[in-house]
C-alpha cells in the first residue's frame, strides 16, 4: 500500500494539485459544501426515522424527496475527497485520523447496508402503520453518530501531530501509521 | 471608527482570556473547529433542504411553509453550536482575521445572509405561498449561505 501511495505521489497530476496555488483550497472548500449537501440533508433522512421532523410525510415521502439530494452529496464529497487523498497520498495514507476516518466510513458504510436492506423490505408497512422499529431507529442514531465522527476524523487530518517526520513518536503511534523509523538513529542522537 | 482603532481591537480580542487559553492549547482550536464543522453540516442541510423546496426542486408536493417550518429550528440549532464555536476560534486568532480578506468577505455575508433569513425569507415565504418570487429567494439564501461557508474555509488558507 505504501509502495502504491508513493507511486501515485509521483504522477503528474498529483504533483500539479498539491502545488497549485488555488486547486487545492478550491477543492477543499467544494469538500466542505458537499459536506453539507451528503451530511446536512442525511440528518433529516435520520431525524425523520426517529420521528423528530417531518412528521407529516411518511418515510417514502420523506425519502423520495430528500435522499436523491444525499446521494448526490456524497458522490461529490467522495469525488473532491479522493482528489484531495490524491493530492498528497502519503502523508494521509500515514495519517492516524485519515485511517480512524476510513474505518468510520467502513463502519457507517455497514449501516447503511443493514439499514437500506431492511427499509426496502418493510418501508410500506411502516408507512401504514406510521410505526418504525427501534432497530431502525438506533440505526439512524448510529448513522448520525458515526457520520459526526467521520466529519471530525476528517477535519483533524490536516494537523501534523503524529506525522511520520514528526519524530520521535511513541512505537504503538507509529505502528498504527506504518510510519517506517530508523530507531537507533534516535537513540544514537539522544546518547550523543 | 478609524483603522488604527480597530486592529487595536482585534489586538484587544486577540488578548482575551479565551484567546490566550485556546492558542496556549495543540488540541482545543481543532476540536471547536470540527464542531464548528459539525454546526455548518446542521445549518447547511436546512439551507439545502429549504431553499431547494423553494426552488422547486424537491418536496414538490409538500407546502412550502412546512417544509420551510420544520428545517428552521435546525436551522437555529446549527446556528447557535456555530455562533458558540466560531467566536472562540475568531478570538484565538483575531489579528490574523483582520487581515484576512476571506474573513471580511464571510462577515459581510453573514450579516446580509442573516438579515436576509430572518427578515425576509422567513416571514416572505411562511406568509405568501405562490409568489413568483420565491424561487428568487431560494437561491439568493442558498447561494448567501455557500458563500459564507465557503469564504470562512478560505480563512483557514491564509
Partial sequence: MLDFAEWLATTEWSIALHESLYLYPWIESSHVLFICFFFGTLIFVDLRLTGKVFTNLTISEMNKGVLPLTVIGFFLMSLTGLLLFYAIPVRNYQNIFFRIKILLIVIAGLN????????SREA???DKDSFIPNSMKLSAV????????????GRLIAYNWFDCDRQPQSEW?????SCVVDYQLYEEINGS | MEANQLIELFYFFEDSFVGQYIRGSTWLFPVIESFHLLGLAVLGGSVVIGDFRLMGFILKTERISYVVKETRTWFKFG????VLTGLPLFLSEAVKCYYSRAFWIKMICLTIGIAFTFFIRNPLVL????GKLIPLIGFS???LWTV????GRWIGFS
Fill in chain 1, 142 to 153: 448510529v448513522s448520525l453518530f458515526v457520520w459526526s465522527l467521520v466529519i471530525i476524523s
Fill in chain 2, 148 to 151: 459564507v461557508a465557503a469564504s
Fill in chain 1, 173 to 177: 503511534i507509529n505502528f498504527l501509521t
Fill in chain 2, 127 to 130: 406568509k405568501n405561498q405562490d
Fill in chain 1, 112 to 119: 447503511v447496508l443493514f439499514f437500506h436492506k431492511r427499509m
Fill in chain 2, 141 to 143: 439564501s442558498f447561494f
Fill in chain 2, 79 to 82: 446556528f447557535c453550536l456555530l
Fill in chain 1, 124 to 126: 410500506k408497512n411502516w
